[in-house]
């Protein structure tokens, strides 16, 4: 299907307590791993934070990619509202359709409206398609830097 | 969230505090131990909440395009009194599942399912408000004789048995109930605000977004529960078994389905913009719905049950099971989730007192009908008032002593009763009690301090 035809089929919207197999299958395809009760306990946090700022992507009534993240304030001395994309996963026979741009653009305009300046999103310095796809979006790395160390 | 924050009188306030101080006991123990549950997440608030920047047109009906009502009195008396009707039944329903959840609330196996209940009970609390606010806020005299007070009052003095909804008037049984109950009531309850969403009274339309928002977590709260379930039940646990699963999903869904009022009907709030969308049709959605829940569920179970199999392979037994119910890799069909007949144990709308079985079998015998739903209805469920009250109109039907309108008016519903409150003068509204007898929950209704301030 020509990728304009897959765009104008897709639909974003929020997450829902029904798409939690669906993340859980896409996590699987792409990590080999089952792991309903991480997915049960997160989404149930992202449906109790703000159901509207988590989106999937359907295509044809088949949820085929997820993107959680919120609007917080307070953190890091962050004090303006600031939108936060932590978690994405697109089903790996449906990337290259830009579904991951779709739900981000759907997120960052939810994100404006609950009056957030600035979103930000964390990213393994591993993952460089993950980075070229935050690039794509306009996000540019931020001086503020992630510091960790073991425990 | 862009949204207008706002409180009841004092004297209203008070009234739904003393109520809450009644109904929800653990309320305190909910907010001393929000952080360590919800950490970081703003607490709990007793408010009503009005979003910003909504459609400020009638979307549906034979008014559409026109600028929406901002006060009852702009309507026209059938249109605000459809509307009055709808805001007391959704109040009545967010005030009627506290009543409910608190029976069995302290019996739930884990703590945080616990404490998800008990802040779903704190925002359904919340949502009462958000109602009793509408009514208290505007001016209802040209439907109503009642006043603000009185409808407050009216509000606030019902308990289980008396609530608008057949739904919330069925006690719990165990905690496998408030789960069940959220799974598949709040989802009503998620359809009819999203409906409400549009309607041409903007105050109301207004009070649905941040209900809704609410309203999502508490479907997590009843469908996360159930997947956890059905993984232990996969196992071999005995807490909570399928057949349990099965036997609540009997007993919800049909009153989940009457909530959506007769299948027939809904035309009218359609046309008076109130709703954008007849009852059968909602009705049809939310059926599909819940069959997803149910679908969800069988898998969670299949792949619990087979830890081998992958999702794929999982729905392909899945449906292979269903269709010709052969047992296969040891699963059998009885061994999973099935969707009751949406005619199945009904007492209102088109198919009441019909007699059809969970997979849509009919009976004519009215003693075998009901052993059939004594085999899929919970023990416990058997012996309550409600079942009974069921039970001997369906007979009374059987045997032609009463006909279906009767035997479904009959069902748990409000009555006005007569009897003056002393300070208000108004006609007060009391426990429903058939035959004389009065619900356990009468006892402890408690006096309005809104009226008792008159």
């Known amino acids: 299907m020509p990728e304009s035809e897959i765009a104008s089929a897709l639909r974003i919207r929020p997450v829902d307590e029904l798409d939690i197999d669906a993340i859980v299958a896409i996590d699987e395809k792409i990590g080999g791993r089952y792991r309903p009760e991480v997915w049960e306990r997160r989404i149930g946090y992202y449906l109790r934070r703000d159901p509207e700022a988590s989106v999937v992507a359907e295509n044809a009534g088949r949820v085929v990619g997820f993107m959680l993240g919120e609007v917080r304030s307070g953190e890091f001395g962050l004090e303006e509202p600031t939108g936060w994309i932590e978690v994405l996963g697109v089903d790996p026979d449906h990337r290259g359709q830009a579904i991951g741009r779709r739900m981000a653009e759907a997120m960052l305009e939810y994100f404006k409206g609950q009056g957030a300046t600035s979103v930000r999103t964390l990213v393994d310095e591993g993952m460089g398609e993950i980075a070229g796809f935050f690039t794509s979006l306009g996000f540019a790395p931020s001086p503020l830097r992630p510091f960790a160390r073991p425990l | ?454």
Request: hydrophobic share 40%; proline share 4%; net charge negative.
């Open chain 2, 1 to 454: 969230m862009n949204a207008r924050t706002t409180y009841l009188p004092d004297r209203f306030h008070a009234a739904v505090e003393r109520w809450r101080d009644t109904y929800l006991q653990d309320y305190d123990f909910l907010m001393d131990n929000w952080e360590k549950h919800f950490p970081h997440e703003p607490r709990f608030e007793l408010c009503a909440f009005r979003e910003l920047g909504m459609c400020t047109e009638i979307e549906c009906g034979e008014f559409k395009g026109k600028p929406k009502y901002q006060r009852a009195s702009e309507m026209h008396p059938e249109q605000a009194g459809h509307l009055l009707g709808a805001i007391k039944a959704q109040a009545s329903t967010e005030f009627g599942s506290i009543q409910q959840h608190r029976l069995t609330l302290a019996r739930a196996q884990e703590e945080e399912e616990q404490f998800w209940i008990l802040r779903m009970m704190a925002e359904e609390l919340r949502h009462g408000y958000q109602m009793l606010h509408l009514l208290a806020e505007d001016d209802w005299s040209s439907v109503s004789k009642d006043s603000g007070a009185d409808m407050v009052e009216e509000i606030l003095s019902m308990t289980t048995g008396s609530h608008l909804l057949g739904a919330f008037n069925i006690d719990f049984d165990s905690f496998v109930d408030n789960v069940v109950f959220c799974a598949l009531i709040d989802r009503v309850g998620k359809y009819q605000l999203t409906l409400q969403r549009s309607s041409a009274y903007q105050p109301m339309a207004e009070s649905m977004p941040k209900m809704l928002r609410e309203e999502a977590f508490h479907l997590a709260a009843g469908v996360v529960p159930m997947r956890r379930w059905v993984q232990e039940a996969a196992k071999d646990e005995v807490y909570v078994t399928m057949d349990m699963l099965q036997r609540a999903l009997n007993k919800w869904l049909p009153r989940g389905l009457e909530m959506f009022g007769d299948e027939r009907g809904g035309g009218t709030n359609v046309r008076y913009g109130l709703k954008p969308m007849k009852n059968a049709e909602a009705q049809n959605l939310y059926y599909e719905e819940v069959g997803k829940v149910v679908r969800d569920l069988n898998l969670r179970y299949l792949r619990a049950r087979l830890p081998n199999l992958g999702r794929d392979e999982a729905e392909t037994l899945l449906d292979q099971v269903l269709a010709d119910r052969e047992t296969r890799q040891g699963i059998r069909c009885e061994d999973l989730l099935h969707m009751p007949h949406p005619e199945f144990f009904r007492r209102r709308g088109v198919p009441a007192f019909k007699r059809v079985g969970a997979a849509g079998e009919t009976f004519t015998d009215f003693a075998e009908y009901r052993r059939h739903l004594a085999a899929h209805l919970p023990e416990s469920y058997l012996a309550s008032r409600d079942f009974k009250d069921y039970a001997e109109a369906l007979g009374q039907v059987q045997r032609g002593e009463m006909d279906v309108a009767a035997a479904t008016s009959r069902m748990p519903a409000l009555r006005r009763v007569g009897g003056a409150c002393s300070c208000s003068k108004a006609v007060r509204w009391v426990v429903d009690a058939p035959r004389g007898v009065v619900g356990a929950g009468a006892v402890e209704a408690p006096r309005v301090t809104a009226v008792q301030a008159h």
